[in-house]
């Protein structure tokens, strides 16, 4: 039921037999993405590409000389020259992937003002890049444009998460995942932990079996256990999420 008063309007809501949680609107905003390191004036979002679990998101005016995969999005001597952010959803949540830049970084080429996702690949177009072909270093054809492949693991996400975990001393809960396919399979099983505080030591990969021989029909759980900084300075023991995984 909608209501008016001088400050606006009210929304009131028969929550009688109701399931929660109650969605009043099919749309909703599900998630907030940022660049790691944003720059003023990067332009992140001016172009936008999902692929079920993966999101390439264009920064054109992105600053930084890094070069390909994961470089220093943190300087700033290649101004406008352009990146790309990946992102990757495990278990509901979304995370940074990689920060994508071209091989031949150079300012004003717009890295990211386009970009496309298959489940493989992430295409990025740069419009005002002036290479010749076959000489990307050269600067001999003025907006001659280019663009450029970037493999993607083609693995997804499996297992399913059966507790979370508590932020650690930066802010963020660490994060173990499963990668390979579902259900897994000899040989195609990756465990990754990500979100680990700069402070963190003893790094230790555990679970509910000793003996990791995995046999068909075989659940597995795992987790991982890490010393951290308390806020008091001390060392303290925290944990990532888990993740069990079934065999077939």
């Known amino acids: 039921m909608l209501g008016r008063n001088p400050k606006g309007i009210r929304i009131d809501v028969d929550a009688a037999g109701a399931i929660y949680p109650i969605t009043i609107d099919p749309i909703v905003q599900s998630a907030y993405l940022k660049a790691r390191t944003p720059s003023s004036g990067g332009e992140f979002g001016t172009s936008v590409a999902i692929a079920g679990d993966i999101i390439a998101i264009g920064v054109p005016r992105e600053p930084s000389d890094a070069v390909r995969i994961n470089g220093d999005d943190a300087s700033t001597g290649a101004q406008f020259s352009g990146g790309v952010v990946v992102f990757t959803r495990t278990y509901g949540v979304w995370r940074h992937e990689a920060f994508l830049k071209a091989s ?55 297992g399913s998460e059966f507790c979370s975990a508590h932020p650690n001393s930066a802010g963020c809960a660490a994060e173990l995942s499963a990668r390979g396919r579902a259900p897994a399979q000899a040989n195609d099983l990756t465990l990754r932990f990500r979100e680990l505080s700069p402070s963190s030591f003893g790094i230790f990969l555990t679970s509910q079996e000793a003996n990791l021989l995995v046999m068909t029909g075989d659940a597995r759980y795992w987790q991982y256990w890490y010393r951290d900084v308390a806020p008091s300075g001390m060392p303290t023991s925290n944990f990532s999420n888990a993740v069990r995984v079934d065999f077939q």
């Open 104 to 158: 031949n970084t150079e300012t004003w080429e717009d890295f990211g003002k386009a970009v496309a996702l298959s489940p493989g690949e992430v295409l990025v177009g740069a419009p005002a890049e002036d290479s010749l072909t076959g000489a990307q270093d050269n600067n001999d054809a003025p907006f001659a444009r280019a663009a450029y492949i970037f493999a993607l693991d083609s693995d997804g996400n499996v």
